[in-house]
């Protein structure tokens, strides 16, 4: 409930974030996932569950770190150019 309410709060008035896309969601799912260690592929052909799969390729390659590290700071409002 807290990474929901996080994520919402972090792009509700973001003028930058598609809204066809629900990166909220996106984040949520991820980083619960990268924190627990476990992901379960998703099948499903939904925007959501395709982002939710690539963000986990490119942990395999970076790693957790780099990845959980790279969303964050890439949506910090005050490294945003």
Request: hydrophobic fraction near 40%; charged fraction near 20%.
């Amino acid at each position: 409930a807290f990474a929901q309410y996080y994520f919402w709060m972090m792009f509700r008035q973001d003028p930058l974030v598609d809204p066809s896309v629900d990166i909220v969601s996106i984040y949520e799912i991820y980083f619960l996932e990268s924190y627990s260690g476990y992901h379960d592929a998703y099948t499903e052909t939904n925007v959501t569950g395709k982002w939710v799969n690539a963000l986990w390729e490119v942990r395999s390659v970076l790693g957790k770190g780099t990845t959980d590290k790279t969303l964050l700071v890439g949506f910090d409002r005050q490294q945003r150019i």
